[in-house]
């Protein structure tokens, strides 16, 4: 048997001004190897690790996507491996003294003609799924619904062929918290507003224990959600309270949760897809076990795939506030106005105490896997998830756990923090009907609650775990497809896994994480 010829050794350079490149090669390059340019390796490099391109004395900025990742901590010859434990990461940028909504990029055509097939909503906005959610006030009542999910689904569910899933809303907040402390209101926010999801078609229902702090009416109030049939609006959402009196055993609470839950599915199951424009897509992006091939493949790709998307007329919000707090010029120069500006600094800023109250920083963000896949520090890891946010103006900022509304189209900020888990929370809060993921060390995450589409930034990830990934970014290092060609690809598999045409491996496997709320109040 022969063996595949073996690569010729790579190396990518983001910008002509850099000083370090990035190994490209799986498996990484030995000591000794040349590069095209005739530069020979002085130590063994890993894929996605960078090397010294020039001689660096100490205090010498080291420099990717032109701007800088660090400075030398001392001498660094041409051909070094150049790693975390040789840099000083550079101070965050200030937040006074910003340019403000300086960039002013003409207009990007319109994109017109591109539909998905979703289910219409009566409030207007645009499900891809139709699922129905079951709301719980408190952890307390989570056990009790799973079980009463199950039944539904065994015993319910067949009979309601157009509902695609039920899901209960588990949580892990409701009671032993300050619920009157000011930033309580960023968690209850949070769950009002995914209960309010587009994929849950305004069927809301609500499974609350009696004693907790988080109250049905204080979740939902009368008339913070649209009322799908005859009921009185005054009366709040429809709530199975297990602390009931009527309620005598557990099998009690279970029948009344799943009687409770057969008028919505019927409601439900009388909807019907129809053909909408591409401008009711509402994405997230995000990205996680992210590696020095996030901002290389599968990032640019994204922002390729989010500027098509801003030219359908459709929302996309990108996040992850230590992840693009390096990259601050960037947000507020692109800001679409001076007030929009303020907000990202706003935002940031608050995040800034935030993390001042916890006796950290931004560099806490990094973890062992994104250093081992060659990300030095958070200031480079930024560089690389900015991108995926595109070249549009930004138009307007959300707060933690804010609901999007109906006029707020194209690129939106969505401060959350950068955990997979509670950013993928405060979108789904925000309206989001579709989930782009990005990773380059590879995490089997999903949502229960919307599509994921995961993209793969290295080949060899997408071979080993060839029924996780839906899209393989990779193939733009290895010259196979352009930046372009993969962002044309991934926004129309957007078209197809919104339309239900295609399934996300994630929901293949019925593959999801749990939400996971952010709360900066005190837990009592």
């Given at each position: 048997?022969?063996?595949?010829?073996?690569?010729?050794?790579?190396?990518?350079?983001?910008?002509?001004?850099?000083?370090?490149?990035?190994?490209?090669?799986?498996?990484?390059?030995?000591?000794?190897?040349?590069?095209?340019?005739?530069?020979?390796?002085?130590?063994?490099?890993?894929?996605?690790?960078?090397?010294?391109?020039?001689?660096?004395?100490?205090?010498?900025?080291?420099?990717?996507?032109?701007?800088?990742?660090?400075?030398?901590?001392?001498?660094?010859?041409?051909?070094?491996?150049?790693?975390?434990?040789?840099?000083?990461?550079?101070?965050?940028?200030?937040?006074?003294?910003?340019?403000?909504?300086?960039?002013?990029?003409?207009?990007?055509?319109?994109?017109?003609?591109?539909?998905?097939?979703?289910?219409?909503?009566?409030?207007?906005?645009?499900?891809?799924?139709?699922?129905?959610?079951?709301?719980?006030?408190?952890q307390c009542v989570a056990g009790v619904v799973a079980q009463a999910v199950q039944?539904?689904?065994?015993?319910?569910?067949?009979?309601?062929?157009?509902?695609?899933?039920?899901?209960?809303?588990?949580?892990?907040?409701?009671?032993?918290?300050?619920?009157?402390?000011?930033?309580?209101?960023?968690?209850?926010?949070?769950?009002?507003?995914?209960?309010?999801?587009?994929?849950?078609?305004?069927?809301?229902?609500?499974?609350?224990?009696?004693?907790?702090?988080?109250?049905?009416?204080?979740?939902?109030?009368?008339?913070?959600?649209?009322?799908?049939?005859?009921?009185?609006?005054?009366?709040?959402?429809?709530?199975?309270?297990?602390?009931?009196?009527?309620?005598?055993?557990?099998?009690?609470?279970?029948?009344?949760?799943?009687?409770?839950?057969?008028?919505?599915?019927?409601?439900?199951?009388?909807?019907?897809?129809?053909?909408?424009?591409?401008?009711?897509?509402v994405v997230g992006v995000q990205c996680g076990g992210s590696d020095a091939f996030?901002?290389?493949?599968?990032?640019?790709?994204?922002?390729?795939?989010?500027?098509?998307?801003?030219?359908?007329?459709?929302?996309?919000?990108?996040?992850?506030?230590?992840?693009?707090?390096?990259?601050?010029?960037?947000?507020?120069?692109?800001?679409?106005?001076?007030?929009?500006?303020?907000?990202?600094?706003?935002?940031?800023?608050?995040?800034?105490?935030?993390?001042?109250?916890?006796?950290?920083?931004?560099?806490?963000?990094?973890?062992?896997?994104?250093?081992?896949?060659?990300?030095?520090?958070?200031?480079?890891?930024?560089?690389?998830?900015?991108?995926?946010?595109?070249?549009?103006?930004?138009?307007?900022?959300?707060?933690?756990?804010?609901?999007?509304?109906?006029?707020?189209?194209?690129?939106?900020?969505?401060?959350?923090?950068?955990?997979?888990?509670?950013?993928?929370?405060?979108?789904?809060?925000?309206?989001?009907?579709?989930?782009?993921?990005?990773?380059?060390?590879?995490?089997?995450?999903?949502?229960?609650?919307?599509?994921?589409?995961?993209?793969?930034?290295?080949?060899?990830?997408?071979?080993?775990?060839?029924?996780?990934?839906?899209?393989?970014?990779?193939?733009?290092?290895?010259?196979?497809v352009t930046i372009e060609e993969a962002g044309w690809e991934l926004f129309r598999?957007?078209?197809?896994?919104?339309?239900?045409?295609?399934?996300?491996?994630?929901?293949?496997?019925?593959?999801?994480?749990?939400?996971?709320?952010?709360?900066?109040?005190?837990?009592?």
């Amino acid at each position: 048997m022969s063996s595949a010829p073996a690569r010729p050794p790579l190396t990518i350079r983001m910008h002509e001004a850099d000083n370090v490149a990035i190994v490209a090669n799986d498996g990484g390059l030995p000591a000794g190897t040349a590069l095209p340019g005739g530069l020979v390796l002085r130590d063994k490099v890993p894929q996605g690790h960078k090397v010294a391109l020039v001689d660096l004395a100490a205090g010498d900025v080291v420099r990717r996507y032109n701007v800088s990742i660090g400075r030398a901590k001392a001498a660094i010859a041409a051909g070094s491996w150049v790693h975390e434990r040789l840099m000083d990461m550079p101070a965050a940028r200030e937040l006074q003294g910003l340019p403000m909504a300086t960039v002013r990029r003409p207009a990007l055509p319109p994109l017109e003609g591109h539909t998905f097939e979703g289910y219409r909503n009566a409030d207007g906005s645009v499900g891809t799924r139709n699922i129905l959610a079951i709301t719980t006030t408190v952890q307390c009542v989570a056990g009790v619904v799973a079980q009463a999910v199950q039944r539904i689904k065994t015993e319910l569910l067949p009979q309601y062929p157009n509902v695609d899933d039920v899901i209960g809303l588990e949580h892990s907040y409701g009671c032993g918290v300050a619920i009157d402390a000011p930033d309580a209101v960023i968690p209850i926010r949070t769950l009002r507003n995914i209960s309010l999801n587009p994929n849950f078609g305004g069927e809301v229902m609500v499974v609350s224990l009696g004693c907790e702090k988080l109250q049905p009416d204080r979740l939902l109030p009368p008339g913070s959600f649209p009322i799908m049939d005859e009921r009185d609006a005054s009366l709040g959402p429809e709530t199975v309270c297990l602390q009931a009196d009527h309620h005598v055993g557990f099998m009690s609470m279970l029948d009344d949760i799943v009687a409770s839950a057969r008028p919505h599915l019927e409601r439900l199951n009388a909807r019907r897809r129809e053909t909408v424009p591409a401008s009711e897509l509402v994405v997230g992006v995000q990205c996680g076990g992210s590696d020095a091939f996030s901002g290389v493949t599968a990032n640019p790709a994204v922002g390729f795939a989010a500027d098509l998307l801003v030219r359908a007329g459709a929302t996309i919000m990108f996040s992850e506030n230590t992840e693009v707090r390096d990259a601050v010029e960037q947000l507020t120069s692109r800001a679409a106005t001076p007030e929009v500006a303020e907000a990202i600094v706003r935002e940031l800023g608050w995040y800034d105490r935030y993390l001042e109250r916890g006796r950290v920083d931004r560099s806490a963000n990094t973890t062992p896997g994104n250093k081992a896949g060659g990300l030095s520090n958070i200031a480079e890891k930024a560089m690389g998830s900015i991108i995926k946010s595109g070249t549009s103006a930004i138009g307007s900022v959300l707060a933690p756990g804010d609901k999007l509304a109906r006029d707020q189209r194209g690129l939106v900020y969505a401060a959350t923090p950068a955990s997979d888990f509670i950013c993928g929370t405060l979108q789904l809060a925000a309206g989001m009907n579709l989930h782009i993921f990005t990773t380059g060390r590879g995490t089997p995450y999903g949502l229960a609650e919307c599509p994921v589409i995961k993209v793969a930034t290295r080949t060899d990830l997408a071979r080993r775990w060839h029924d996780l990934m839906d899209v393989n970014a990779g193939r733009i290092a290895d010259g196979e497809v352009t930046i372009e060609e993969a962002g044309w690809e991934l926004f129309r598999l957007m078209l197809d896994v919104a339309s239900g045409r295609r399934k996300t491996w994630a929901e293949h496997w019925k593959l999801h994480n749990a939400l996971v709320l952010f709360n900066p109040a005190p837990v009592t």
